[in-house]
């Protein structure tokens, strides 16, 4: 699956909710005494970093395999390789003829999935855990050794499209939020969709991807997370037999062209006869945990989490009793390796116009700009995002993801950790800093998706 949008095969989109719950666990450099997950962690001779979070409720475990590789470290010109590679991964090794991978995961009564973001690509399989040892040598065995054909490869590239046209060309929001990151970032790779312009799709080849493949699949590039039912003996000599004999390889360094400093607002407006519902986004560059200012990323995970309250400003005065809007929300997508977004999006009320209710979201900034939070908004926030945390506890995928995107996006398992203890850290007066610093509307771009008729 796609992410950034959307995390590929069996395409599961995560709401705005799960995202900040994932968001919220990686935070930057404190306390490492403060304990969530409580992990262990250890190195392979090979560079392979391998992680283990235990959870002996059940007898299953969830495995998976994160790469330090994602769209955004794809050349020029051949966007979407690195979600065309992904699929490629099921079209066969030596030991595991092509399209059987998931089917053996099946038979043995598990599931599996993969999915390409920006910044990362990932592989995952949950299964008895008596099954461990087979997932763990089908998924090396493909780290080294995958050997897709071009008789498999070319019709995958149209399964490729396939996915394309549903989840995305078909789907005016999708459409439009393509048009947004690519108005976002003028230079930076955050500003081409994952999955690839439709364009550059057509013309990939397998040695497009299996060069790709060379240059970052190597287990010095690579995370392994296993939550669940395992001991750590017991992952040790698994991750050795299978894993630790893997050569090291050359990767290259993750060079990425940086966006230029924003100096004005950027405005679009997209029309679409399948749209129903008007609606407004704006997004402002921000900072991210691991680029740009990133002394402010908690304080900004804080106060999206103060606007998005139910009882929050934007509901508040923008949704409740005679606001203009019928809906409204914040966002902050704050685990990336270079500079993220801050971004708003509401739908007007029936009768009501799009510019009322970017009226009355300038008027919310505004106000919080000029008079910061309050103490009691702060307390809710801390209170919601610490009960994430707990319950982040009792998910085995959630725990494994929340490491996943934390550690190939600049951070460390200590910064996970810490997590509890930055966010009482944080005051009023950093989050008005942060809030000041970010929503300055010549960082911004705001765009109104309408109708065919109101065009």
């Known amino acids: 699956m796609t992410e950034r949008a959307v995390p590929n095969r069996l395409i599961a989109v995560l709401s705005a909710a799960a995202w900040l719950a994932v968001a919220s666990f990686a935070g930057m450099p404190g306390d490492s005494q403060a304990q969530v997950f409580n992990p262990s962690q250890f190195m392979l001779g090979n560079g392979m970093q391998v992680i283990l979070i235990e959870d002996h409720r059940a007898p299953v475990a969830h495995h998976m395999v994160w790469y330090r590789v994602g769209a955004a470290d794809e050349q020029p010109g051949i966007s979407g390789v690195a979600h065309y590679l992904e699929h490629l991964m099921f079209k066969g090794t030596p030991g595991v003829p092509p399209g059987e ?110 060069t790709f493949y060379r240059s970052h699949y190597a287990p010095n590039n690579a995370i392994l997370i296993v939550a669940g039912d395992v001991r750590l003996a017991e992952l040790k000599t698994l991750a050795e037999k299978y894993y630790g004999m893997i050569p090291m390889r050359p990767v290259p360094p993750r060079f990425r062209p940086q966006e230029p400093n924003q100096i004005a607002a950027r405005r679009l407006s997209m029309t679409d006869g399948r749209v129903t519902q008007p609606s407004m986004r704006r997004s402002y560059l921000a900072p991210s945990r691991s680029a740009g200012e990133k002394q402010h990323a908690v304080p900004l995970a804080v106060l999206a989490e103060i606007l998005n309250a139910p009882t929050g400003r934007l509901h508040r005065m923008l949704v409740k009793g005679d606001g203009p809007a019928v809906s409204a929300g914040a966002w902050y997508s704050s685990l990336s390796l270079d500079p993220a977004t801050f971004g708003f999006g509401a739908s007007p009320k029936r009768g009501r116009k799009l510019e009322e209710v970017e009226a009355a979201l300038d008027g919310v900034i505004a106000g919080l700009l000029a008079e910061g939070v309050t103490d009691d908004e702060m307390r809710l926030a801390r209170t919601g995002m610490q009960a994430e945390t707990i319950y982040a506890r009792d998910s085995l995928s959630g725990a494994a993801r929340i490491f996943g995107v934390a550690l190939t996006t600049g951070l460390t398992v200590e910064d996970v950790e810490a997590w509890p203890k930055l966010v009482d850290a944080v005051t009023r007066e950093q989050v008005l800093a942060a809030a000041r610093y970010v929503l300055d509307l010549r960082r911004s771009v705001t765009g109104y998706l309408l109708p065919k008729e109101q065009s």
Do not use: C
């Open 101 to 210: 991978f998931s089917k053996i995961i099946a038979r043995e009564g598990g599931r599996d999935n993969a999915f390409t973001s920006s910044d990362y690509t990932g592989y995952f399989q949950t299964i008895a855990r008596d099954r461990l040892e087979l997932v763990m040598r089908m998924e090396a065995e493909r780290m080294s050794q995958l050997d897709p054909k071009e008789a498999d490869a070319k019709p995958e590239l149209q399964v490729v499209m396939e996915e394309r046209l549903s989840r995305t060309d078909n789907n005016p929001g999708a459409l439009f939020g393509e048009q947004l990151d690519a108005a976002q970032y003028l230079s930076h790779p955050y500003g081409r969709p994952v999955i690839g312009w439709p364009a550059e799709i057509l013309r990939l080849t397998l040695a497009d991807a299996m």
